[in-house]
């Protein structure tokens, strides 16, 4: 990939955020302005939440061009890249067999994708010998690779989407109870399962970064918008609801072979997940943490002062309303070494005039 043209100072942010991941910015802070958009306001007029069929990938792609096109002239931290949340879960479950489901959600502009529990006990699952490149959804997986990469070309770049490895692999064969039973229950065939999933979703991002392009030796991320190297993005969903003790024993050590085989990796943790933040810090080949928020729990952003101490020198991502960072931008309480994703009612003006503060602030 020669230029990002959506990017003007593509360069210059790539410039910025490199220490960001090297863990020596942090006395600096990184945003990522979030701002009303036209393309997402006809989408939300044009879609109805709810299922619906795998949709045409150049209409997708045509989709994100739009949306990213908008921020070109933002002078904030991104750099534009788009998602392929149709693949971001079902492609897994859908490569041995699963239902893929596809689900429209008009508030983010996502199609995203989920498969059925397979199996009614985890026995029953035969594991594969070899994972087939030649099934119909692992094609039209590289389809919509081939159609976004053309539809991008030197204008925005394509993320790394999520991993379904380790426990999430075990989720779309059997479900969540079923899993956590076969801990106890099958504990042997959980660990083949898991085996069977490196290899599987090894297979699935080797190609992404075989027919995706790359800028600058580095990887698009829809968690950190930019990072050297190849790097994936990993999630610990199924261990926020047991014990640290627990993704010691059943996630660390998936989630370190996997980093390893690659450059490194992100994962986000929700908040029901936070008490997994210091273990996670530790993890080896981790580059950072996007921290999630949901409804009826406390905000990362509120939490920082404890949450920051539990990751250490790891940078984070949170998200945090406009009023309340600019609000704490001119009074310097800010932390440093965190990207906060702003959500903002600014046009691109006056997101950069405010990122003229946030270039110069030091914690």
Not at 161 to 166: A, E, K, N, R
Not at 236 to 258: C, N, Q
Request: glycine share 6%; aromatic share 12%.
């Amino acid at each position: 990939m020669e230029t990002i043209a959506y990017k003007k100072c593509a360069n210059d942010v790539i410039e910025r955020l490199k220490p960001l991941y090297d863990r020596k910015a942090t006395d600096r802070i990184f945003a990522d302005f979030q701002i009303p958009s036209k393309t997402m306001e006809a989408y939300r007029r044009e879609h109805r939440e709810g299922y619906t069929t795998y949709p045409d990938p150049l209409e997708r792609a045509r989709f994100w061009d739009s949306l990213l096109k908008e921020k070109m002239l933002s002078e904030d931290d991104t750099i534009p890249n788009a998602y392929l949340s149709e693949f971001d879960q079902g492609l897994y479950g859908g490569l041995i067999g699963g239902e893929v489901q596809f689900l429209d959600d008009p508030g983010i502009g996502w199609i995203s994708s989920m498969v059925k529990p397979m199996y009614q006990e985890l026995g029953e699952f035969r594991v594969p010998e070899k994972v087939d490149t030649s099934h119909h959804w692992f094609q039209t997986y590289l389809k919509q690779l081939e159609v976004f990469a053309e539809v991008s070309r030197d204008k925005f770049g394509i993320s790394h989407f999520i991993l379904i490895d380790s426990l999430n692999f075990v989720f779309e064969l059997v479900g969540a109870t079923k899993t956590y039973l076969s801990l106890f229950e099958n504990p042997e065939k959980v660990r083949e399962v898991i085996d069977f999933a490196f290899g599987l979703n090894v297979k699935v991002q080797e190609a992404f970064f075989e027919h995706t392009p790359s800028y600058m030796g580095g990887t698009f991320s829809n968690m950190v918008q930019w990072i050297p190297g190849r790097i994936v993005s990993e999630s610990l969903d199924p261990f926020h609801m047991t014990s640290v003790e627990d993704y010691e024993i059943w996630g660390k050590e998936a989630v370190e072979r996997m980093f390893a085989h690659f450059d490194g990796g992100v994962l986000h943790l929700h908040s029901n997940g936070r008490h997994l933040l210091k273990a996670a810090a530790d993890l080896k080949g981790l580059k950072a943490i996007y921290l999630l928020d949901e409804k009826d729990n406390p905000l990362a952003f509120d939490e920082l002062p404890v949450l920051k101490k539990q990751a250490g020198d790891v940078p984070l991502v949170v998200a945090v309303e406009g009023h309340v960072f600019e609000d704490h931008l001119k009074r310097q309480s800010l932390y440093g070494g965190v990207f906060y994703v702003v959500n903002s009612d600014r046009d691109v003006d006056g997101v950069n005039r405010v990122m003229e503060q946030v270039r110069r602030y030091r914690s």
